[in-house]
């Protein structure tokens, strides 16, 4: 039986990130995932944009990534946030707050792809896939894992298991960790499309009782749309011919960007909130959504994963460096202390978003302009909100304060 010192289930983009952070160390790693690495369609190497922020831009470049992805990143140097109908809005410019950018957008796919080529070049590191989690058994100084690949089973030890395998974590469910759910009625409908006018590096966020629209910049002149419906009218309107897609988005977002147009491919993610209701214990940590799911509301959801990859990094080198056992339950517990404020407040945050813009009571209408309003004319109420989106807040790890482990 092989054994690893850590033993990472899930090799998504916060898996991958973890792995990589890992690197140049002298434990071992093992990285497990259910989708080939050289599949052009693994769920998280797509063609979503993400909005990565400042600390997130922080991580991948203490990780060594971020050289090679920032010519095919795009920032945004001002965020715009609307809601249909009304007359308020917030206005948030980079350089008001002495930032280059407010953040940069990439596609998951460019990012999965350097995060791969990072991971082939690590010698501490091995890749298992396309390969299940199928068996987790908790040993004194190790936890079992049996895997399945194909009709072959096999089993590796950990001194200490990361679960970072998405919301719906199979891993979890074999470490009985239950879950608080919340079905938000909403599905996103993520592509790209192009604009006739130019993006000019601004991202927006427009509000509907529906949900929200959001156009982010790229390169090339395109922008990503994440636009968000109610559960049961997405999928006629994924299915719509893309003219009439469209026109019903034009319609939500306004022309603020001129004609809509050169749509491309169509996905759809329902939208759920779903948390753990422990992130650590015996021999194991708990990452990015299978932790935490959150609403898109925000761009927190993938930002707050890499965060907690960097803490849970921080964490486990500074364990094994100060001769303990990196599965130890003062370890493993410290990691869910450091990432427990984090966690709250964006869940509070992107939670109470959602509760506020989707919901056309007239008190809430009332609560939506104000605050709008307060924020866009208090700065110190805005100076708050950008760093909060920054993830440049709160305790921090040494990836995150841009040093390295």
């Not at 350089?95 to 791969?116: C, I, K, N, P, Y």
């Not at 950990?158 to 879950?179: C, M, T």
Request: net charge positive.
């Amino acid at each position: 039986m092989n054994r690893y010192d850590v033993v990472i289930v899930g090799g998504g983009l916060v898996g991958a990130t973890l792995a990589c952070a890992l690197g140049g160390t002298p434990l071992s790693v093992a990285l497990l995932e259910a989708v080939p690495f050289d599949d052009d369609t693994p769920p998280s190497f797509d063609d979503r944009g993400l909005a990565l922020s400042p600390a997130t831009q922080r991580v991948l470049s203490g990780i060594g990534v971020w050289p090679s992805l920032a010519s095919d990143a795009t920032p945004v140097r001002a965020i715009h946030v609307s809601e249909r109908g009304r007359f308020g809005a917030v206005r948030l410019y980079a350089e008001e707050f002495g930032l280059e950018a407010l953040a940069h957008v990439s596609l998951a796919r460019d990012l999965g792809a350097r995060l791969t080529q990072r991971l082939r070049r690590q010698a501490n590191c091995e890749l298992h896939c396309p390969v299940r989690v199928i068996g987790l058994r908790h040993h004194r100084a190790a936890i079992e894992v049996t895997a399945q690949r194909g009709e072959e089973r096999y089993s590796m030890e950990a001194r200490v298991l990361v679960v970072a395998d998405g919301a719906q974590s199979p891993s979890r469910e074999l470490l009985n960790i239950r879950v608080r759910r919340r079905d938000y009625g909403q599905t996103a409908i993520i592509a790209n499309l192009r604009t006739g006018r130019p993006h000019d590096d601004v991202a927006y966020e427009r509000f509907s009782p529906d949900g929200p629209a959001a156009v982010l910049p790229h390169r090339a002149g395109r922008c990503g749309l994440v636009y968000v419906l109610p559960g049961a009218a997405a999928p006629a309107a994924a299915s719509l011919p893309d003219d009439a897609f469209l026109a019903q988005v034009q319609d939500r977002f306004g022309r603020r960007l001129g004609e809509l147009s050169g749509l491309g491919r169509r996905s759809m993610y329902p939208l759920r909130l779903v948390v753990a209701d422990r992130v650590a214990g015996d021999r194991y940590i708990v990452v990015g959504n299978a932790a935490h799911a959150v609403h898109p509301n925000g761009a927190q959801g993938f930002n707050l994963g890499v965060r907690d990859a960097a803490v849970a990094a921080e964490c486990i080198v500074d364990a094994a460096r100060a001769g303990l056992d990196i599965g130890d339950a003062s370890v493993t517990d410290s990691y869910a202390e450091r990432c427990r404020a984090d966690h709250r407040r964006t869940i509070r945050f992107t939670d109470g978003l959602t509760r506020l813009f989707c919901n056309d009571w007239w008190p809430h209408a009332v609560a939506r302009q104000a605050l709008m309003l307060g924020v866009e004319l208090v700065p110190p109420l805005k100076r708050r909100l950008v760093a909060h989106g920054s993830g440049l807040h709160g305790a921090r790890s040494r990836l995150l304060q841009g040093r390295p482990l």
